[in-house]
């Protein structure tokens, strides 16, 4: 496999076996058993992969067990035998890491999720796995920008008017990775603590795009697990 067909964000948790890596177009992402193929690349039990169905939710769910979780877009475990997976194609992958409870979590989070809750939810989830916010490290990777995120008035009417641009016509350009980051300081995540990767999918040729794209684009896979 090419060494430049992901994006390697573990040196963010600066934790020697924790693994979160974040693969590209350049890495052939065709059915579930490519995310085994990235397990072993990142060193990862390819046999632990925890693999949610995602539906734009705000489920958030602590996960005990490898293998397929139906209907949910933030999966969050302190098994550490277990490998965190999730695909995007321009939704922000959010990575989360409890420093001291050594808990971690991936979320999918696009316009949808993000207006329903699920930053909110991840955060009390890990609170229900006993993380306390000041110990919590998020990492915000590639996904759609404000330059490239252009949505309808049936869309931007869900957000604050402070995160948006006006663009063509009846059109606005969303921030959303702001909202997110915004979402986690009320959440008492100290500001030090939060990344946010500043990379648009759509603008980068290096990454799949749904808006680029259309409906045939591929997608990348976000992981997260503890190297044996
Ligand atoms: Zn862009």
């Known amino acids: 496999m090419l060494s430049n067909s992901w994006s390697n964000y573990s040196p963010y948790f600066s934790e020697d076996s924790l693994i979160a890596g974040f693969t590209n177009r350049h890495f052939?992402?065709?059915?579930?058993?490519?995310?085994?193929?990235f397990a072993k690349i990142l060193k990862l039990d390819?046999?632990?992969?925890?693999?949610?169905?995602?539906?734009?939710?705000?489920n958030v769910i602590i996960c005990a067990k490898?293998?397929?979780?139906?209907?949910?877009?933030?999966?969050?475990?302190d098994n550490k035998n277990l490998v965190l997976s999730i695909q995007v194609a321009d939704c922000?992958?959010?990575?989360?890491y409890d420093t001291q409870k050594q808990i971690i979590g991936l979320i999918h989070a696009g316009w949808r999720g993000v207006n329903l809750g699920i930053i909110?939810?991840?955060?009390?989830?890990?609170?229900?796995?006993?993380?306390?916010?000041?110990?919590?490290?998020?990492?915000?990777?590639?996904?759609?920008?404000?330059?490239?995120?252009?949505?309808?008035?049936?869309v931007a009417e869900l957000f604050d008017?402070?995160?948006?641009?006006?663009?063509?016509?009846?059109?606005?350009?969303l921030?959303?990775?702001?909202?997110?980051?915004?979402?986690?300081?009320?959440?008492n995540i100290q500001s030090e603590n939060i990344v946010d990767i500043k990379e648009c999918t759509c603008c980068s040729d290096k990454y799949h795009s749904?808006?680029?794209?259309?409906?045939?684009t591929s997608r990348m896979i976000a992981m997260m697990g503890w190297q044996s």
Not at 46 to 58: E, T
Not at 122 to 148: A, F, H, P, T
Not at 161 to 173: A, F, L, P
């Open 210 to 216: 749904f808006r680029r794209d259309g409906d045939k």
């Open 120 to 154: 909110e939810n991840s955060i009390d989830k890990m609170r229900e796995l006993n993380s306390e916010s000041i110990d919590i490290k998020v990492l915000l990777g590639s996904s759609i920008r404000q330059c490239c995120f252009e949505v309808g008035p049936e």
């Open 92 to 96: 922000i992958p959010i990575y989360l």
């Open 175 to 187: 921030d959303l990775q702001s909202i997110v980051i915004d979402i986690l300081i009320n959440k």
């Open 46 to 58: 390819y046999q632990k992969i925890v693999i949610p169905k995602q539906i734009h939710s705000s």
């Open 161 to 173: 008017k402070e995160y948006q641009e006006i663009g063509k016509s009846d059109r606005m350009q």
């Open 66 to 77: 490898a293998g397929n979780i139906i209907d949910t877009d933030g999966i969050i475990t």
């Open 28 to 37: 052939p992402y065709t059915s579930a058993n490519d995310r085994s193929e």
